[in-house]
């Protein structure tokens, strides 16, 4: 049996793909953020009560690039995951034997 | 755009949470209507894409940056409903595990990255693909039109907000907010007008869920 690969398959890939890139991002202030900044209130803003894994950067690495990689890494994991079980569960169920 | 906790106050963070309670409730019932079993992947593969992307700033001028948002590109393909939906479990994740975006902003967050630019860049996508037919070219300018549309349609509803909750006045933040979005757009229309070409190439029979109907 040969296993061919599926085009979802290939989604992935490019994802992990993207997320190997990510570490090369520029680290310049948002659009968003840019504006609060000049306009001044980026002051008002507060921490998260919690930090997992702030500002996409694993914590306990030394290396920054690997922790950045890896947060982009468990992110796809996750989202992937809970994105196609949510749709599995809402699926049409039209057509199907009941 | 993701808003940090301590921007709104608490009338726009409890009227944005009821208007993306009311959506996204809305587009479950709307995706069950119309996804099929195939196209459960493409939603899971969509969203990690749109994750990951998000991570990749890319400077534009004055020491500033963007990023994708993806609506865009996930409502040209699945539809509004389906976009927001998935728009939302990317907005909770980023928010859940990687402090971006506050916990009290994210029912803004939702609205504006998720209803405001699946829609807006949906209905861009349809006009265009109505004014110059429906081919490949017409397909990809309404595509790069949409995304464009989309961040900066979601970038003065942030305004709107940002105004009404009293940080800053609307004739200053509107104009700052959606001038640096209108440049943002260019880098959203780009990566979504690549990303379709590429299903459009590889894949274009993925393209099935707008015309999905009873």
Known sequence: MTWKIKWWQIGL???LLV????????????GLEKVAESKGFIGLAYEAPFQIIADYVFPGIENEAV??????????????????GIAWLIRSRKGEPA | MHIPDGFLNVTTIATTYAVSAGGVSYAVKEVN???????????????????????LNFPIVGGTSGHFLGAALAAILMGP??????????LIA???????GGLLALGANIFNMGIVASFSSYYLYRLVVL???DSRRGKLVGGFIGAWGSVFVAAIACAIELAVS?????????????????LIGIGEGLITGAALSLVLAARADLWQLQQVRE
């Open chain 2, 166 to 182: 009293g940080v800053s006045p609307l004739v200053v933040v509107l104009p700052a907010m959606a001038g640096i979005h209108a």
């Open chain 2, 33 to 55: 209507r119309r996804l099929k079993e195939k196209h459960v992947p493409l939603m899971g593969v969509l969203a990690a894409f749109i994750f990951a992307a998000q991570m």
């Open chain 2, 94 to 100: 980023q928010s859940l595990l990687f402090q971006d």
């Open chain 1, 67 to 84: 922790a950045t990689m890896l947060a982009g890494v468990i992110g796809i994991i996750v989202l992937f995951g809970v994105v196609c």
């Open chain 2, 81 to 90: 409903w389906a976009a927001l939906l998935i728009m939302t479990c990317v």
């Open chain 1, 13 to 15: 890939i490019i994802c």
């Open chain 1, 19 to 30: 997320a190997v890139f990510s570490p090369l991002a520029s680290s310049s202030p948002d």
């Open chain 2, 131 to 133: 004014l110059t037919g």
